[in-house]
Structure formats: structure tokens, C-alpha cells
């Protein structure tokens, strides 16, 4: 045997699992096909890293999974990850909507906690080394990786092969978002491989493309808003925050929200989003507002109107939508119309910006699979799954991270038991 437990993969699930099953006194070895360990944290929360939050709850992530997870954060209660992080010497600032950073606003802060722990510990991690297969028998695993030449050293040998063995396996190997910096499918292959089911991937947290008319010339424009997601006639889901107008469709935290629904919603059909552009007033009130300001501009131009009340580029398309004719005179039916189409400001969503965009990756390995409390495979003995390879995904504002944390150190504790 080369070591009690191999990991493959030095993401957040990884590391937590290295560190959890090497102080519970395995011997450990970790796999990483990037040149360092942890290169995705590294780009989490615009380089800040929010890192968890204080308000996870099973609601907060999606497919809605609440007796799966109601067993995990019985096992691992979700203030304990602070614990973790606090003997690993982090100190941490809150954010907004309970998101938790390091103190530093760094994000290489919270992998070097992780990195100094192993290095204490002597866990070895091994760099640009991919596991290619993953092979289960009677005496344990058999762990076939290449060596990985990275892009700037043309002089590197590459594709080296080397079989380790070990008692027992975590995967940990991340989800399919990001590839420009590692993401990719290849754990999801190496599930597959060993019986597990799993199912159909897609981005998560992403931007969507969009189709409809002025989002070139709203093409920048961010504001607050409260977005609903409406797809064969009801209301599929609901989002409100900043709302980032581009020439391709919408961003910002709202549609983050929404992304994972509208997806999912558009492979069943089309899908829209309603942008109330103006979500501070209640309708009754917006329409009293226009209504008096239209008539104290009655006989004016239109653009006379419509100075002050919001952004000009929202309000030209907000107008457009109407029917009003940017340079003429207020007109009569102008409060209504204009209401209506703040109101209700209408695109169709067209798609994503796909996997390169996307913060979180939906689908993955079959959580009936899957033991809740120790991440434990329940096809092959020995084998545990953890972070985005779970068909498991949550909200933006930490939440995938910390189920990475928790789905680590669970299955590390319970790898080391063994």
C-alpha cells in the first residue's frame, strides 16, 4: 500500500478531507492535476474567497435535498466549520446577507491555513499529476495518474504513468465550471467507471443570454431589482438584488439566483424573466408617482418627464416598451403604459455563458448513492465522494463552499476510520 487513503483532487472538499483524515492518523496522499493546490478558491468572492455563511440552512441548495441534508448538518452542525477554520488560525469578517471572508480579504489566505495544516501534518500533495483511473479490489484501490505538463514548460516530460495503491479513495476532483483554471469532467468519469450513476451536468450560478430588444443600449446598466423566472404560465422562481444589464443578456447577483432554475426551465420550454425595474415602489404607488408627474409635465417633451426619475438608459427602454415616442409630448396614457412595462420589463432567456462563467456545476453523482453523514459510497466499499461531484449544488453567498468543507471533512474523518 502506498498510504491509508488517496485523494484525488486539492480543491476545498480535498484539502479538508487531507487535513481531517491525517490528524485522525491515516496516512494520506493527494492527487492534483494543477500546478497548486486550491487554484479555485483562489478566484472565489472576486479573489476575497466567501468562504461560508452564516444562514446555511438545506433550503439553500438545490435539487431540494432536506432529509440528505438535515443528516449531514446533524453530523457536521454548520458552525462547527468555523471552528475548523479557527483552529487552522483564520480570522474572518462578515459581509453582507451573512457571508463570511478571511479578515484579510485574501483568498490565498484561506489556502495557506489549509496548505501550512498539511505541511505540519507531512501530508504530501502531488502537483500536475491527474488521476486517470481508479481501480477497486478485494485489498483495496489501484490509482492510475499521468503526469501533467503545464503550458509554460514545454520541456516537461509528460504523460508519465504511475499506479499508486491505498485501502480506501475520497474523490474529491471538483465540479465541470471554471476549466481555464481546472474544472473539467474527469472525476464524474472516474465515478462512472466505478458504477456510479450520474447524471446530467449543467452551469450553475452563471450568466444567461437573453434575447430581447435595447440590450445593447442598456448594455452596463446595473441596478436593484426583484426578478421573477415565469416559464409555462406560473412563476418558477424568484430573486431580488443588483441586476447587471449586458450586450449579450443579464448578470449580477438576481440572476445568479435565478440561473440554475431558468436552465432548467429552458429545457423544458421557453423561459422568461420580469424585471421590476423599480422594486422600491409598491404598484399603487408607482402608479400614483407617474400619474402626478405626469401631470406636472403635461404638454412638455417627454424627456422632460422622464429626467431624474431613473436611469435615462432605463427609462428609454422601459419607454420603448411602452409605445412612447422618446421626443414627443407627455402622452395621456403615459403612467399606465409606463408602469406596466417597469413593472413587468420582460426578456427571454436564451441560455448561458456556459461552463467557463459558471460558479457552480448542477448534476453529478446520485445522492441515493451517496451516505449523508459519512459521504461514503454505498456501491463501492471504501470509496467516498465529496464537493461538486455530489448532485448537489447551492446558492451563491458561500454555500457551495461550505457543503465542499463539510462533504470533506466527513468523509476524511470517516475514511480514517476505518
Known amino acids: 500500500m502506498t498510504c491509508d487513503i488517496i485523494i484525488i483532487g486539492a480543491g476545498a472538499s480535498g484539502l479538508a478531507a487531507a487535513v481531517e483524515a491525517s490528524r485522525a492518523g491515516a496516512s494520506v496522499l493527494v492527487l492534483e492535476k494543477n500546478h497548486v493546490p486550491g487554484r479555485k478558491i483562489l478566484s472565489t468572492g472576486s479573489g476575497k474567497c466567501n468562504f461560508t455563511n452564516l444562514k446555511v440552512t438545506p433550503a439553500s441548495y438545490h435539487p431540494a435535498s432536506p432529509a440528505f441534508l438535515k443528516k449531514t448538518f446533524s453530523a ?39 496548505l501550512h495544516e498539511l505541511d505540519f501534518l507531512n501530508v ?45 479513495v475520497i474523490l474529491a476532483a471538483g465540479g465541470a465550471c471554471y476549466p481555464q483554471i481546472g474544472g473539467g469532467s ?82 423544458e ?16 404607488e408607482l402608479g400614483k408617482l407617474l400619474r402626478e408627474r405626469a401631470a406636472a409635465f403635461a404638454g412638455r417633451a417627454f424627456p422632460h418627464f422622464a429626467c431624474g426619475l431613473h436611469n435615462e438608459k432605463v427609462v428609454r427602454a422601459a419607454a420603448a416598451r411602452a409605445g412612447i415616442t422618446w421626443s414627443s409630448a407627455v402622452p395621456a396614457d403615459c403612467p399606465a ?20 462563467d459558471a460558479m457552480a456545476t448542477a448534476g453529478g453523482c446520485a445522492l441515493s448513492e451517496v451516505d449523508p453523514a459519512s459521504f461514503a459510497s454505498k456501491k463501492v466499499k471504501g470509496l467516498y465522494i465529496a464537493g461538486e461531484l455530489l448532485d448537489l449544488d447551492g446558492d451563491s453567498g458561500g454555500y457551495n463552499l461550505h457543503l465542499a468543507w463539510t462533504s470533506g471533512i466527513l468523509a476524511g474523518r470517516a475514511a480514517a476510520k476505518k
Open 76 to 114: 457536521l452542525p454548520p458552525a462547527e466549520i468555523l471552528s475548523f477554520f479557527g483552529k487552522l488560525g483564520l480570522l474572518w469578517v462578515e459581509g453582507e446577507k451573512g457571508r463570511l471572508f478571511p479578515r484579510s480579504l485574501k483568498a490565498q489566505d484561506v489556502v495557506n491555513v489549509l
Open 124 to 168: 504530501p500533495v502531488r502537483t500536475l499529476t491527474e488521476a486517470v483511473s481508479v481501480t477497486a479490489d478485494k485489498a483495496g484501490f489501484s490509482v492510475e495518474a499521468v503526469k501533467v505538463r503545464p503550458k509554460w514548460e514545454k520541456s516537461t516530460t509528460a504523460g508519465e504513468r504511475t499506479v499508486y495503491r491505498a485501502a480506501r
Open 186 to 267: 474527469g472525476g464524474y468519469g472516474l465515478l462512472a467507471s466505478l458504477g456510479h450513476t450520474v447524471s446530467e451536468l449543467s452551469p450553475s450560478i452563471v450568466p444567461l443570454r437573453a434575447k430581447g430588444e435595447q440590450l445593447r443600449e442598456l448594455d452596463g446598466v446595473r441596478l436593484e431589482t426583484a426578478l421573477k423566472l415565469v416559464a409555462g404560465g406560473r412563476t418558477r422562481a424568484e430573486s431580488a438584488g443588483e441586476l447587471l444589464f449586458t450586450s449579450y443578456g443579464v448578470s449580477g447577483p438576481a440572476v445568479l439566483d435565478l440561473s440554475r432554475a431558468a436552465l432548467a426551465a429552458l429545457r
Open 269 to 284: 420550454g421557453p423561459a422568461f424573466i420580469e424585471a421590476d425595474l423599480m422594486p422600491d415602489y409598491k404598484p399603487a
Open 337 to 356: 403604459a409606463l408602469t406596466a412595462a417597469l413593472r413587468s420589463f420582460t426578456l427571454e432567456v436564451a441560455g448561458s455563458l456556459g461552463f467557463e
